[in-house]
């Protein structure tokens, strides 16, 4: 019987530092509304920021195509903050922490496509 990897069946793809980035901020993401989450996801959102900011600066295509992306950030911004109001039970503070986690995690995605290896110019 004869052994082989079948990884090596494959070449070797290496990504992008972008891509890397973006999806090791997507996996930072967390999943349940608490203070400590809420600190993170707000640290992730300013990174998020600053790889949107390099993105766009590569070249035209980035840079006419990234400007919906910081809406996304913005809107996910406004509603993590809103899950903070100390005035809002915990399933509605629980509920807007999913829906800001949605929505930047939405974006990473749909920015993951249109970014792909960073090569795109049209």
């Known amino acids: 019987m004869h052994q082989f990897d079948v990884l090596s069946l494959y070449p070797t793809i ?9 999806q090791a901020l997507f996996n930072r993401i967390p999943r349940r509304h608490s203070l400590e989450n ?7 959102l300013g990174e998020y920021e600053v790889l949107l900011l390099a993105i766009e600066s590569i070249n035209p295509f980035y840079e006419k195509n990234i400007a919906a992306f910081f809406d996304d950030k913005e809107s996910a911004l406004s509603v993590i903050k809103k899950s903070t109001d100390p005035k809002a039970s915990k399933k509605n503070k629980d509920n807007l922490f999913d829906e800001g986690s949605g929505i930047l995690k939405e974006s990473i ?12 110019i049209t």
């Open 109 to 120: 995605q749909a920015l993951l496509v249109l970014f792909a290896d960073g090569t795109r």
């Open 14 to 22: 290496t990504m992008n530092p972008a891509t890397t980035s973006l």
């Open 38 to 44: 809420v600190k993170e996801i707000n640290a992730i």
